[in-house]
């Protein structure tokens, strides 16, 4: 598997490197004030790494994908892509994380963002800086469609390296990874879309020290998401510690809520359902024995003989004191009925 990862980073750094070297090749000249831009957004982004926030698959995100992105917009240039691919090498090195991590991390930077400048200019999108005296609603008219293209298509290129690098790791579908990360972002993804432009056009207009300003309220923004991600994963900590519990208690159906979790997710997409629904269909799924945690039913889930009349009755109560447990945590209630009714 580790061989796998180190052939995928190989081929990763070297699509970085051809990507970087035709940017160059297009335009090898640093048009006039990119350089104290690119000083500045980069300066911004380093900033924001250092205040990174845990996603699912054990990977994680920041905002400093907003200076990354304004810097396409102000100064699309190839010195633009070896400064980000700087600053993440750099940013993840202090953070030691791996040394193939700070590579990868680096290099698919370099290349989604490369991707943005080559769709940008494709597109004839104009640089903000030689629309610094223009109003939003002009700049917006003239670039914002070339910019939200190359938005969109680096955007999609970033899910599917990061996917397939965590998927070739851990031996999973990239589209389950994708689908587990970046749900858990999507909203904030798609608000900062205008953002970004707005962020960038703040700078080529009114300079250096108005975008400074207007960074600090989105590291704020930053720091709700951040919260909000931390308390996600806190409940699903929760309910995995209720399930390791339950199991604990009854070892025979070690690993039954998991599957049925499993199968009950496949069936719930299958059938076309929302991604919230098929969300709900897993986690009532993985709870459904829960209430078996009771300390009543410990004799009877231990006991290797065949169950008395009594105890049968007993055992088929657990349906109802899973509901009346997982009824008192507000996050849970909407799994109280599929919990109750699940042997019916």
Not at 152 to 160: D, F, K, R
Not at 228 to 246: D, G, Y
Request: aromatic letters at 8%.
């Amino acid at each position: 598997m580790r061989l796998r990862v180190g052939y995928y980073v190989t081929l990763v750094v070297a699509a970085a490197i051809g990507c970087g070297a035709f940017v160059y090749q297009t335009q090898p000249s640093v048009p006039d004030g990119s350089l104290a831009a690119i000083a500045l957004l980069a300066l911004l982004a380093a900033v924001a790494e250092t205040l990174v926030f845990l996603l699912p698959m054990s990977s994680t995100g920041s905002v400093a994908f907003i200076p990354y992105f304004a810097t396409i917009l102000v100064a699309p240039t190839w010195l633009a892509l070896v400064v980000i691919a700087a600053v993440r090498m750099v940013s993840d090195t202090i953070a030691r994380r791996e040394a193939i991590k700070v590579i990868f991390n680096a290099a698919q930077h370099a290349l989604f963002l490369g991707l943005a400048i080559i769709v940008f200019r494709a597109m004839h999108g104009v640089r903000l800086l030689d629309l610094q005296e223009s109003s939003l609603a002009s700049v917006t008219v003239a670039t914002g469609g070339p910019a939200l293209v190359a938005f969109a298509a680096s955007y999609v290129l970033n899910g599917i390296l990061v996917s397939t690098a965590i998927a070739i790791s851990q031996g999973l579908s990239v589209i389950a990874v994708w689908r587990k990360n970046n749900l858990a972002t999507l909203w904030l993804d798609l608000l900062s879309v205008p953002l970004i432009f707005v962020f960038a056009w703040v700078y080529a207009r009114f300079g250096a020290i108005a975008a400074a300003t207007l960074w600090v309220p989105i590291l704020g923004l930053r720091q709700v998401h951040k919260m909000n991600l931390e308390l996600e994963r806190t409940n699903e900590e929760l309910l995995e510690l209720m399930v390791k519990s339950m199991e604990a208690r009854d070892p025979y159906t070690s690993g039954h809520s998991r599957r049925v979790q499993h199968y009950s997710t496949l069936i719930a997409r299958s059938l076309g359902l929302s991604e919230r629904d098929v969300s709900l269909a897993g986690r009532a799924a993985l709870l459904h024995d829960v209430g078996k945690i009771h300390e009543k039913y410990g004799p009877i889930l231990g006991k290797a003989d065949r169950l008395s009349p009594d105890e049968w009755a007993i055992i088929q109560s657990h349906p109802i004191d899973g509901a009346n447990l997982v009824s008192t945590m507000s996050r849970l209630r909407d799994v109280v009925a599929p919990i109750r009714h699940h042997h019916e």
